[in-house]
């Protein structure tokens, strides 16, 4: 695990950082956002590489859990980042997705519609509705966190 995080995991957040910022550039955030925004979505990318690195399950399940948890640290760390630069949580939000965003299984079902493999894309279209329910889910959760931190602080 030490030599993963040392050599691909460092690499990974690297680029999952640039994809967040680059993300955030097109979307127009404003400038002072994109740095921090890449951070979140680095940290959320990291979390679900690490948790699908290291959870004994199937891919379904490690699909599932590494999604939420990672939702939920980017909904969370972009809580605390829309109040630490006063700006709104989507700022942060939208941008810090795009890692998480299941586009390599959403091609991959309509190659295999069309090449005729209705079974094969069947279980990817079966992960890209997983994927996007935890993802749903993971921030909905992380809104209730954020909500509950901010009545305690």
């Known amino acids: 695990m030490l030599h993963w995080l040392l050599t691909t ?8 950082y640039l ?13 002072r956002a994109v740095n921090l925004s890449g951070w979140v979505g680095a940290a959320g990318w990291f ?8 959870l004994p399950l199937g891919i379904d399940a490690k699909l599932a859990i590494g999604n939420l948890v990672a939702a939920i640290v980017i909904g969370v760390a972009s809580g605390m980042a ?5 700006m709104p949580m989507i700022i942060f939000n939208i941008p810090s997705l795009v890692p998480l965003v299941p586009g390599g ?14 079974d094969l894309a069947y279980q990817y279209f079966v992960q890209v509705v997983i994927i996007a329910g935890v993802i749903a889910i993971g921030f909905l959760v992380a809104e209730f966190i954020n909500r ?4 305690f602080v």
């Open 47 to 54: 979390t679900y590489e690490v948790l699908y690195h290291i």
């Open 9 to 16: 995991g460092l690499f990974q957040i690297i680029l999952a």
């Open 148 to 151: 509950i931190t901010l009545h």
């Open 82 to 86: 829309a109040r630490y630069k006063r």
């Open 19 to 31: 994809a967040t910022a680059g993300f955030g550039v097109l979307l127009n955030i404003p400038r």
């Open 105 to 118: 299984q959403s091609y991959r079902v309509v190659r295999n519609l069309v090449t005729g493999q209705p």
